[in-house]
């Protein structure tokens, strides 16, 4: 597994609401083509597949992608299997027409029971800092056929997840055509004629023209104030407000996307993009942390600072915001700016009313509810972070 990283250390305080803005963007969208195939998370028993001689299968989602000469493309897959037995999962490929090449395929991979945030963490992980492993030596070859990328066994109650990259190139332009599915046999289910199968949750599915989209969090200036004067950034996410629609939504174009779009910016590389000045006439700290909000959920991924310099890459465990009219609740956070004990290790900002960019990062992980902040705080006389 390429995703060992270590994981940020979190911090718990007591729990106050935390606003919220969103940022503007998408400013900028690049990287490979990206294909989400997570609903129907949840595969059923096996009666609700479609049965095809001897064999029960359906097509879970599919795509086709516009290709001139070379096309790059992500696919992030996430499903649970409760069907009662072992279920194969597969990611098929075909061209439109003619002939193509694929090649540079890597991925990584998890299958799992129970909780499924250390399976999230991996994946984020190797998607953000681009450390996936190289699953296949050499190249194979696309045709108007179906070839399976993979084919996975999966147990009964058991979660795939998987993000798998790969480039194609194609003699004369060609649609790309990609298809995950399940079935109860190593052979491949279904076909690329074949409806995806029902979307019964409010998971997603779809695909997009690239993977990497940047935000602009507005300008914060570092200078020392009276009282705090945080600035909260709201990241794309299922619940709370939300703007993953304005980069990742259903209007893109793309059959058999989810109501909303990618909601949750699952598969996605986030960049959030600050202007810093410092008005103070001397050099001021910025601690800059990832904060949980209060919808209840819990929040876990992969971030770091980018800009001005590259922090070392790390996950984001499992962070939550209570019910603050509880008695005794809490909410828990991490500083992007610490050493890896979780001691803060502050930026600092020389006098300038030119702005230097800050750029954070953020990968959400499958199963993540996504409800988070980046939070920027300049030097002040009050722990901004620790309200009380």
């Known amino acids: 597994m390429s995703c060992g990283q270590s994981n940020y250390v979190s911090h718990v305080d007591p729990a106050n609401p935390i606003p919220a803005e969103s940022p503007e963007g998408p400013t900028s969208v690049w990287g490979p083509a990206l294909v989400v195939s997570n609903s129907p998370e949840t595969v059923p028993e096996l009666s609700n597949l479609r049965t095809v001689g001897n064999v029960q299968t359906h097509t879970l ?25 072992t279920l194969y999962f597969q990611l098929a490929l075909s061209v439109s027409t003619g002939f193509g090449t694929i090649y540079n395929q890597k991925r990584q991979l998890g299958v799992a029971a129970g909780s499924y945030v250390a399976t999230g963490l991996c994946l984020s992980k190797a998607q953000l800092y681009g450390t996936l492993d190289p699953f296949v030596i050499g190249s194979q070859t696309l045709s108007t056929s179906e070839n399976m990328l993979w084919n996975i066994p999966v147990q009964n109650n058991e979660l795939i997840a998987c993000v798998t990259e790969f480039s194609v190139v194609v ?9 995950s599915s399940v079935s109860n046999s190593a052979s491949l289910g279904g076909s690329w004629q074949e409806d995806p199968a029902a979307s019964t949750d409010n998971h997603v599915r779809g695909c997009w023209q690239y993977s990497s989209a940047s935000f602009a969090g507005g300008t914060y ?12 950034l709201s990241v794309c996410e299922k619940t709370g407000p939300e703007h993953g629609s304005n980069a990742f939504g259903e209007s893109s174009g793309a059959t058999w996307v989810s109501p909303g779009g990618n ?11 600050f202007e810093i000045i410092n008005s103070g006439g001397q050099s001021y700290p910025l601690d800059v942390a990832a904060i949980a909000r209060n919808t209840g959920e819990a929040y876990f991924g992969s971030g770091r600072i980018e800009l001005p310099n590259a922090w070392q890459p790390r996950g984001v465990p499992a962070i939550t915001f209570n019910d603050p009219n509880d008695p005794g609740a809490e909410h828990s956070w991490i500083e992007y700016c610490s050493d890896e004990d979780g001691t803060a290790n502050l930026l600092s900002f020389e006098p300038s009313e030119v702005p230097t960019i800050l750029r954070v990062s953020v990968a959400n992980a499958g199963g993540s509810a996504t409800p988070f902040s980046i939070g920027l705080s300049g030097l002040a006389f009050e722990d901004v972070f620790n309200p009380q």
Do not use: E, M
């Open 61 to 85: 989602h599919k795509c086709s992608l516009s290709t001139f000469t070379v096309r790059n493309v992500r696919v992030f897959t996430w499903h649970l299997n409760s069907s009662g037995s």
């Open 171 to 179: 003699a004369t332009a060609a649609n790309l055509q990609v298809r």
């Open 221 to 232: 200036d570092v200078k020392p104030i009276l009282h705090s004067n945080p600035r909260y």
């Open 263 to 273: 909601v949750g910016c699952y598969g996605a590389n986030l960049y959030y993009d």
